[in-house]
């Protein structure tokens, strides 16, 4: 099989992360051939230092060019429509970033143009294949924890110092970070979210949108999941995701989501504790890397991806009902009322 031809569109922050995570996972599979992006600064300056040989303006050059088989779409959230319609009909296919869309509705259309075209696309919720997450999802998977009652995710850390287009978005926490986290219960429950409520707050007078969250989540066989994720915790940092279940509790802990350095504690009603160490060099832009690795070994073999387009929209209909419930002040949001 030749590899993969990966066109990346919007060369800014994340777009280095995610070069690096291809390179160093990725790398027997595919390599990024083209940059793209109107800004010609950021353009030129990312393949330079990346030593990417083929520059566009804009998207539709890219996609014309015949160049790339795979495009990593890395631009702000408005920008998804405009490249994901024509890699569809040019027969590419793609790793979009987080969020999928600005609404549950954007991404159900960008779903089912890649069913019909048909093309592989994943949502790029790389922080599912972090160590301790796929250690817990094995662990579920096993039945070493019993039939899973609760997942809860907590996040909190400093991010008052918000700018550039993070600033002037409406949805804020939720769709810019805690979809990650969201992301995770959803998938490490493994069944059918079935209603959300949910309170924010705008504590960051600087930017527009919502800086805290706390939810909760019922799924189909009675699993809960919650989340509290704060952008106004000034000092002692944490990230905590805990699943408990009829046979044990599965615990992992670190000082941020992206981070290296991290402890898993697994305790079955059967056994002993286990304190597993789950730090990993390079945590982030490993799982980048994973991300795009998944998505390639799932165009290769006609799979869909863990990650796909289809599955996120559990992700996203969790998103649209939380922001629902929380203009309601917290009222229960079935998620049938956002997906209809
Ligand atoms: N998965 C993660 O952990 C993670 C982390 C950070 C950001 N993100 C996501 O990545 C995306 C980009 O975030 P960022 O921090 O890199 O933003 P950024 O502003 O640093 O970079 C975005 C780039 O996209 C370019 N761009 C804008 N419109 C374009 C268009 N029509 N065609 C091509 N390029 C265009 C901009 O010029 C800019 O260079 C967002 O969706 C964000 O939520 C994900």
Known sequence: MSRHRIGIVGTGGIAHAHIQGYRTVAGDLGDVVAGCDPDADRLAAYCDQHDVPLRFSNASDLIDSGEVDIIALLTPPAVRAEVIEPACNAGIHMLVEKPFGERYADARSFTEMAERAPVKMAINHELRFNRDVLALRDAIAAGRLGDILSVVHDHYYDRRNTRG????????????????????????????????????????????????????IEFERDIVGSMVSSWNANRLPECRLRVDGTAGSALSLKDQVAGDSCELLIHTDDGELERLDMGQENAF??????????????????????????DNLKTMAIMDAAYLSASRGGARVEISEVTA
């Open 165 to 216: 287009w993070r600033a002037d978005e409406e949805r804020l926490e939720i769709a810019i970070f805690s979809i990650h986290v969201i992301d995770r219960i959803q998938w490490l429950a493994g069944v059918e979210p079935v209603a959300v409520t949910a309170m924010t707050r705008h504590w960051i007078p600087t930017v527009r949108g919502e800086s805290f969250t706390a939810l909760t």
């Open 285 to 310: 832009v490993t799982s980048m890397g994973e991300s795009m690795r998944r998505l390639l070994l799932a165009v290769d073999s006609g799979s869909e991806p863990d990650h796909s387009a289809r």
